[in-house]
């Protein structure tokens, strides 16, 4: 009933305001619209008579599982929309798309599972509006016309130096695009992106336009396939993959292939910088400039090989440590001291690529947190709540790439609330020959909070010993690309009570927070309060959008979740999933005894598993 009474009120409101249009009043259909937005659900525009057109600001999308769908209904830009998230700010975000799809306000999740199917979005170019701009995840755009002289027909995502996180699973399909006063469709950073078969026309800028933003910013998984691109003033396809501030972290799996690319001002098919791009089977004629031009991005700085040694300990060594470690890069070792003393640190903030920090075996103890130097997104401030702390240490410079911790033991004594061993939320680290112990929140923690990425990108743990977290071992709450390897992991100790006490706890923080790429392999996790392995992937508002390539396998996992007082308790948990179930898990080949619970334990399962060799005998249930 109530899908059927907004036709009616629709219908009725087109006659009316027509009626009135006679007498000088303008259509504007925004409150309407607007309204049943906010209720989300299914939404049906209906075709008017008389070739009329609704008529709207910038309508906010926010609700999940959002479906507007039209008999060929036309919808014209009347001008910004009114400003949601922060509408006090001295910039705020105005809804400057038709169609402006993000959350409303700045705690709520950005909005899952959009589909808008059947609509012609006319944006004159006096409005300076986008047709759709996609700033969600899991969104379809199908069988639309947007036409007029919108800035881009379709954005998708946003980014800039320092800054861009992934835009998850958008699909742009069968669908005509044209009169863009930039690109017709312009990605930042996507994952899992398909522009199918669409024909793309008269673009001012590039017909498609795929680009890392920031090198931390993600391509991966993305198919321009099967379009039309035709009479651009730019070039028909342009894969960006160098942005300014360095080649990009992660781009692979990037397919243009079987396209029409026809009579470009600026040639068929760019690709910049480095990543996995695919070209095969494009057709071209009538392009101004080469057919596919691959253009190097700019040189990067290799690794420093200034090499620093550590005076002898004053009992308080943050002062010298912080210092070289803000100085830059490089090498800095740290020799093991006389007696079994250890250096003493408060967090040290580890900020500069190439950054090596090594040692013959000594050990360094916590003294309590570092200093406040960034903020989180609703501004809550972060101090360098970690031994080493791998982050940025400004809101405008990337997250640092290229770091090695190596050859030192860790010590968080008891009595340091909430400091952990390591933080990771840096790129391309690696972690090896660690021993991590005393009582850390968790030894060492994997994540993207305030990095400008959402996510910590080719991570390596390998060949440690971690122990005696109140919390988890490890915790991952945003990683693309993580080996975990030949560790032991052990004694997580549950403190206080509740905790999930897991030796590896995978657990993005929101559902947007990506979980893909993720290796468990060959480790001894034995002896926690709670599970050894924790695949947590349901946030509160609901599973993964990219929760997918996990493995676990090798794996020695015994003696866990003796304890009571754990939420979960088994060898393995896989609560969760991916959404829509497609994510993948192979889980093979681990002895998996002893344990509290079952061996291996389902909840909310969606997951796609290939398993097989577990030994799963022995345990508790």
Request: contains cysteine; aromatic residues 4%.
């Amino acid at each position: 009933m109530r899908g059927r009474w907004f036709v009616t009120t629709l219908v009725v409101l087109a006659f009316l305001v027509a009626g009135s249009s006679a007498g000088g009043a303008v259509r504007d259909d925004t409150d309407a619209l607007q309204a049943k937005l906010d209720a989300g659900g299914a939404v049906f525009l209906p075709k008017l008579p008389g070739g009329q057109c609704y008529a709207t600001r910038g309508l906010w999308l926010s609700r999940d599982d959002t479906t507007i769908t039209s008999d060929g209904a036309c919808i014209v830009a009347l001008g910004l929309g009114p400003a949601r998230l922060d509408p006090t700010a001295p910039k705020p975000h105005f809804a400057n798309a038709v169609f402006y799809i993000t959350h409303s306000t700045i705690r709520a999740p950005v909005p899952a599972r959009i589909s808008i199917n059947g609509l012609r979005i006319t944006v004159p170019k006096a409005k300076r509006m986008h047709g759709v701009a996609v700033l969600g995840h899991e969104v379809s755009l199908s069988n639309m016309t947007i036409d007029g002289a919108p800035l881009d027909d379709v954005l998708i995502g946003s980014g800039s130096v320092g800054a861009g996180a992934p835009t998850v699973r958008v699909a742009v399909t069968n669908s005509t695009l044209r009169g863009a006063q930039r690109d017709a469709v312009l990605a930042f950073g996507p994952v899992g992106l398909r522009v199918e078969g669409n024909t793309v026309a008269r673009a001012r800028g590039t017909g498609v336009h795929i680009r890392a933003a920031d090198r931390g910013q993600p391509v991966v998984d993305t198919h321009v396939v099967h379009n039309t691109i035709a009479d651009g003033h730019g070039p028909a396809v342009f894969v960006d993959l160098a942005p300014a501030n360095g080649a990009a972290l992660l781009a692979k799996d990037i397919e243009v292939a079987d396209n029409r690319i026809l009579r470009n001002a600026r040639g068929g098919i760019l690709i910049a910088g480095q990543g996995e791009v695919a070209v095969s089977g494009n057709s071209f004629s009538g392009n101004r400039g080469r057919a596919l031009l691959r253009r190097a991005g700019r040189a990067q700085s290799g690794p420093l090989t200034q090499r620093s040694v550590a005076p002898a300990s004053t009992g308080d060594d943050t002062g010298w440590l912080q210092a070289r470690l803000d100085r830059g890069g490089g090498t800095i070792f740290l020799p093991k001291l006389p007696a079994g003393a250890c250096y003493a640190t408060r967090g040290l903030w580890v900020s500069h690529d190439h950054t090596t920090i090594t040692s013959d075996g000594a050990c360094i103890v916590a003294l309590g947190l570092g200093p406040i130097r960034l903020r989180s997104i609703d501004g809550d401030p972060i101090a360098s709540d970690a031994v080493f702390f791998v982050n940025r240490s400004g809101p405008k410079q990337p997250a640092p790439v290229d770091v090695t911790i190596s050859n030192l033991r860790i010590v968080v004594p008891a009595g340091i609330p909430s400091m952990y061993g390591v933080a990771v939320f840096g790129h391309d680290v690696t972690l090896s020959h660690l021993d991590i112990g005393g009582v850390p929140k968790d030894d060492i923690t994997i994540s993207g909070r305030a990095n400008g990425n959402a996510y910590a990108g080719n991570i390596s743990l390998l060949d440690s010993t971690l122990s005696g977290a109140a919390r988890n071992a490890i915790s991952v709450t945003g990683a693309i690309g993580l080996r975990i390897e030949r560790n032991t992991i052990q004694g997580v100790r549950d403190s206080p009570p509740g905790q999930p006490a897991a030796g590896i706890d995978v657990e993005p923080d929101t559902r947007d927070r990506p979980a893909s790429d993720l290796h468990i392999v060959g480790n001894t996790i034995q002896d926690n309060a709670g599970p050894g392995i924790l695949l947590e992937l349901e946030p509160n508002e609901g599973p993964a959008v990219l929760a997918t390539g996990l493995e676990i396998s090798g794996n020695t996992i015994v003696r866990n979740a003796l304890r009571r007082t754990p939420p979960k308790r088994a060898g393995i948990v896989l609560a969760g999933g991916q959404d829509g179930g497609a994510g993948t898990l192979l889980l093979r080949n681990n002895v998996i005894r002893g344990n509290g619970g079952p061996g291996i334990l389902e909840t909310h399962l969606r997951l796609v598993v290939d398993a097989g060799g577990n030994d799963v005998g022995g345990n508790e249930a």
